[in-house]
């Protein structure tokens, strides 16, 4: 089938537009595609996507990665890609593929370790480009390596609207640049999409040379001839300046409601999450017609509801939709009535493209509000010029400079139909840039000595608008003053909601708690940086289902706790060998071993050929270092000889935790690999396959005891016992040195741990690096999975 009948199919029957399938002709390289609101840009990149993979699946990446800006709403997105693939698989035509929602609160975020299967992951860039710089935002740290390795490997990233993502739009350009220098296994392509972009915005220090090389792909004259695009870019909105009584939140609401007319849709969108929840307490009070309150401050089931419910069917009496930015991408609506809050020009563009959306409804209208700040502007003449804090006060989240812009745009305009709509000419909307140098820094997730992380928020988004992941639990009989159990089960996805970390420091002294996997307790946060997961007693409140993160609200909150689950990790947490059957080392080992070759094969297209030795060796020793006493007395719950060398055990039939703390058995693999002479590339490939051990490896505190030299519970001369690593593959009993551990070269001359793994880092690359990791990860977790299913 050809493109434009598979479009049709995929689409429900809409043909597609001549710029659409130019973009699918030239999309097999970096591209920037620019339209206007309106005419399919989503449809335009996923069925392109979806196309490939159907009749070109070797040379086609596995994963679309579709970034959308930090205050949007991925629902719709995520359900365009559902229901296409949805038709296309019914008719034939494409293989099931697979849609994550990859949200604080998803449930999709576990089960993307799958790195042969296809793949849309739809996420917002807080967590999409937090998980590709390997520090993931509402992430478990241990399993940073697996997403760092997913979203820079394989994969064919599409980043929406980005004249909205600020520093994160450098971020993009130089991931796409060092996945080029770096190389990565796969293809891994950019498309950066939005109706209102400067290709000059592409120039970053890496990727200025290649920004030369991207195409622009946008409606020509052809399309513009087109019935369908003329009734689109000239749709009726006519623009006119709101009255001044609806700076306040209660104007704006007697305003809205007189002017919203039965069996339509209104939106009123405001600058911040306040602003908007004022006014709908003000608004539902005054008219019959449903209100809705839409913002990215809230659990992943009660937005869920609040979405289904904006875009649930208009009643009689119509709807008002009260929103923030999350309005601007994302979400398909089509509104006769907008009444907004002065933003930045761009972002203004994307909220004109939700009124009259297809150009097919008549008396559209879109009311802006507007602010006095300088007396440069004539509508201004006569009021009191605002102080500078005043002046930043009344602009938040954005800057002066940009709203006074907008204003200034807005003046002079009467009509925001796309057609009538002035260009965007604005400088790069990112100040911070990623750098190689940071890149290679951030291949280490080694948390320092007091269990924190590095902050990277400046390479996410810009601003001061960042957010904390925050979950709410009820402990100790209600008593909010004790900290909760260290037993406490781990916080689940589900339970998080966004907070702006501005209303978190306070907070967070007095009445919050982070977990210190170091220590393996709940601690007061020291610093309270963007990305971390903090949990508050549901009596400090602050929260609530109809109005989302709300500091005033003193009610308690509804604990989504899981009813069953474990406990938080910490970094000598083996639980993963403690599960609900008995296997041997042998037998666990020879199931991995089997299902590593078969993701080799799987992934023919990314060419792992030349190290399936490699892989192969890792997997076949993974676990000896489970041959250590330690783990043995820890799986046996006694101490040796034993009969049989276990790999995993009944969860009830073990020990509670290792005799030795921090005692990690991938760690003694990898010695006891480096002393039978086997590569570098496999010893890093087993150390790091848990995500504890990666670059740099010392003491954790208060380890070396009584004189002796410890690191990760391994102590000088430790002796592996015997095993079998199956296919008749037999371990005399190993001796363990920690002549690795020292920094420089160790007395028998050879390099140390960090040295052997920065070298694999620079020569392979730190994408390529960490796939070969992920992959050792999958085929483990692969094997375990069956094994408890009872699949041989």
Known sequence: MNYRDFFSVATGGRQAFRFQERFHEEGRAQVILRAATGLGKTDTAIVSWLYRRAVEPESTPRRLVWCLPGRALTEQVASVADSRIHRLVEAGL????????????SLDNDVTLAPDEPAVLVGTQDILLSRALNRG????????????????????????????????????????AFREQFGCFGSAPTWWISATFDPAWLRTVDFAALAANVRVIEPDVE????????????????????????????????FASAQHRPKTLSLVIANTVRRAVEIR???????????????????????????????????????????????????????????TDVAPYSSLVQRFGRVNRYGEQDGCRIFWVDRPLTSKRKSWAGERQLKP????????????????????????????????????????????????????????????????????????????????????????????????????????????????????PQIAKGSAWCWNALAKKWERPELVYPGLTLLMHTSEGKYTAELGWWPESGAPVASLEPSSGPAAEGHDDDRKSLVSYRQSLEDHTQQVYAEMGA?????????????????????????????????????????????????????????????????????ASAFAMLAEGESDLAAYVVAAHHGRVRVSIRSMPGERNMGRDCVRGIEEGDVLLGCSLGSGIGRAPTRLTLAATVLGRAEHGGPSWTDRVLRLRDGIGPFRLA??????????????RKAGEGVQ
């Open 94 to 105: 494409l293989s099931p593929v697979r849609v994550c929602r990859l949200l604080s609160g």
């Open 137 to 176: 935002y509402a992430r478990r740290p241990f399993r940073w390596p697996i997403d760092f390795a997913l979203l820079n490997n394989d994969c064919q990233w599409v980043l929406d609207e980005v004249q909205l993502l600020g520093d994160g739009l450098a971020t993009s350009t130089q991931l796409a």
């Open 223 to 254: 399309d513009l001839e087109n019935e369908v695009v003329q009734l689109r870019v000239h749709a009726e909105k006519r623009v006119e300046v709101a009255p001044v009584e609806c700076r306040l939140p209660a104007g704006v609401a007697e």
């Open 281 to 339: 307490a003000a608004i539902e009070k005054k008219v019959t017609a449903d209100v809705q309150l839409l913002h990215s401050r809230f659990r992943a089931a009660d937005r869920a509801a609040h979405v289904a419910a904006v875009h649930g069917p208009v009643p009689p009496e119509g709807r008002i939709v009260i929103a923030t930015q999350v309005i601007e991408a994302g979400l398909d609506l089509d509104a006769t009535l907008l009444v």
């Open 389 to 504: 804090k005043e002046q930043e006060q009344v602009c938040l989240p954005y800057a002066v400079n940009e709203i006074e812009e907008a204003a200034h745009i807005l003046e002079e305009l009467r009509s925001a139909a796309p057609a009538d709509l002035p260009p965007v000419s604005a400088p790069p909307p990112w100040e911070h840039v990623l750098r190689r140098a940071d890149i290679l820094d951030l291949f280490d997730t080694s948390p320092d000595l007091g269990g924190n992380e590095v902050d990277i928020s400046r390479f996410v988004r810009s601003g001061e608008d960042r957010d904390v992941y925050v979950a709410w639990r009820d402990w100790s009989g209600g008593d909010r003053g004790e900290k909760p159990l260290a037993d406490a089960k781990e916080i689940e996805e589900a339970e998080l909601c966004p907070a702006p970390i501005g209303d978190l």
């Open 599 to 667: 993701l080799i094969d799987a992934l023919g297209s990314v060419d792992l050929e030349p190290y399936r030795s490699t892989l192969e060796s890792a997997a076949r020793h993974h676990d000896w270092g489970k041959a250590h006493p330690v783990m043995q007395e820890t799986l046996h719950k006694a101490l040796g000889p034993y009969e049989e060398i276990l790999a995993k055990q009944e969860r009830g039939k073990a020990a509670h935790s290792h005799s030795r703390r921090f005692f990690r058995h991938e760690l």
């Open 771 to 784: 796939y070969l990791e992920m992959l050792m990860r999958a085929a483990d977790e692969r094997a375990s």
